[in-house]
């Protein structure tokens, strides 16, 4: 008896092969291809909240927000990147300018701003690091500013230092050095 019920199984399991063959032969490939794209695409996927970004994403993102606020002179955006407090630091390699403070940043930056026609940046290479709390991006940027008299040219090493307040990311450290061109 259990014979003929495992036969008869195997018969009801091969006329549904049967069958499930004729509708595919009868339908066509394209059209079976096209039901199979269509139920994919409407069966709704399982629901998943969204991954936040990456901190190496944001930071990187931040980096892309200050060479725009630089190049459209925008001190309001520029102000929301770094750290409101005494202390900022920004120095260059020369120590000919040690800013300590978002105050000195800002006067710097509105000087800057102020002599100038025309800012333009251009980023050759970037590199995001981060340790927990903390991020660094290092830049290699040349920015052309243009003046009423002339149009000066400096290729730079960015570094900025970021550290992860409860709220946002903020530049607490920026050095600049100037990177001599090679001779052609």
């Known amino acids: 008896m259990r014979h003929e019920q495992r036969i ?16 595919c032969r009868g339908v066509g490939i394209g059209s079976l291809l096209f039901a199979l794209t269509y139920i994919l695409l409407v069966t709704p996927a399982t629901a998943q909240p969204p991954k936040p970004p990456a901190p190496r994403e944001i930071l990187g993102a931040l980096h892309e927000r200050w060479v725009r606020a630089i190049q459209t002179e925008n001190l309001g955006d520029l102000a ?10 920004f120095i260059n390699s020369r120590r000919t300018l040690r800013l300590e403070g978002w105050k000195s940043v800002r006067h710097t930056y509105d000087s800057l701003f102020a002599g100038t026609q025309s800012v333009q940046l251009d980023v050759f290479h970037r590199d995001v ?36 307040f409860s709220d946002a990311w903020k530049v607490v450290h920026e050095h600049l050095s100037e990177v001599k061109r090679p001779s052609p």
């Open 80 to 89: 929301n990147i770094y750290l409101k407090s005494d202390e900022l630091r």
């Open 8 to 23: 008869g199984i195997h018969r009801r399991n091969s006329s549904a092969r049967q069958r499930l063959a004729q509708f």
């Open 129 to 164: 690091v981060v340790f927990d709390g903390t991020g660094i991006v290092a830049a290699y940027i040349e920015i052309t500013a243009a003046t009423s008299k002339e149009t000066l040219r400096y290729l730079l090493r960015q570094t900025q230092v970021y550290h992860k």
